[in-house]
T-cell receptor
């Protein structure tokens, strides 16, 4: 199957700082990527849809100024959590659609801890 | 309309048993129903998926049963193994693959 890689796998940052998470499609081009957030023992909640070369579409209740998404190339989307607070601590997961558009493949996730 | 209800929340079976996880949806526009397996600290991995024009699909030990009229679908794991212990999520989407996930089922297979 197609491979989606996230970096870093985990990150600890101080409250008030910003942190960037990368999502790369390693062996295919992805015009569309999705960003999810998952709290412990809970389901995945879609945060935004990222399309290459255009602005991301955010789900209701997700602060676009806090969670900056950039999809500058067909293989890379980034999520920047700005002015992070402890309540932003979570597991962030991206997924990418293959060119065939038949299914989405998920990255391994990034554990963000804000202290 | 956008919810996908999943049950049970947790499940314990003996090795070799057949755990069954159920999902129900409301939006009849959904046309793609995947199941994902997630291990702790890892991203979800696609197990098997089905579209509404098929009532059953098998891939290895995993089977999806789909009941379009009842708007329900389920995952069966044949001959379950301890290595199958994980959290399983159903999902539903229409076209854009903007998935709506179920709440997850934590499965434990006892050796």
């Amino acid at each position: 199957g197609a491979v989606v890689s996230q970096h870093p796998s985990w990150v600890i940052c101080k409250s008030g700082t910003s942190v960037k998470i990368e999502c790369r499609s390693l062996d295919f081009q992805a015009t569309t990527m999705f960003w999810y957030r998952q709290f412990p023992k809970q389901s995945l909640m879609l945060m935004a849809t990222s399309n290459e070369g255009s602005k991301a579409t955010y789900e209701q209740g997700v602060e676009k100024d806090k969670f900056l998404i950039n999809h500058a190339s067909l293989t890379l989307s980034t999520l920047t959590v700005t002015s992070a607070h402890p309540e932003d601590s979570s597991f962030y997961i991206c997924s990418a659609l293959t060119g065939k558009g038949t299914e989405a493949f998920f990255g391994q996730g990034t554990r963000l801890t804000v202290v | 309309q956008q919810q996908v209800k999943q049950s049970p929340q947790s499940l314990i079976v003996q090795k070799g048993g057949i755990p069954i996880i159920n999902c129900a949806y409301e939006n009849t526009a959904f046309d793609y129903f995947p199941w994902y397996q997630q291990f702790p600290g890892k991203g979800p991995a696609l197990l098997i998926a089905i579209r509404p024009d098929v009532s059953e699909k098998k891939e290895g030990r995993f089977t999806i049963s789909f009941n379009k009229s009842a708007k329900q679908f389920s995952l069966h794991i044949m001959d379950s193994q301890p290595g199958d212990s994980a959290t399983y999520f159903c999902a539903a989407s229409k076209g854009t693959y903007k998935y709506i996930f179920g709440t997850g089922t934590r499965l434990k297979v006892l050796a």
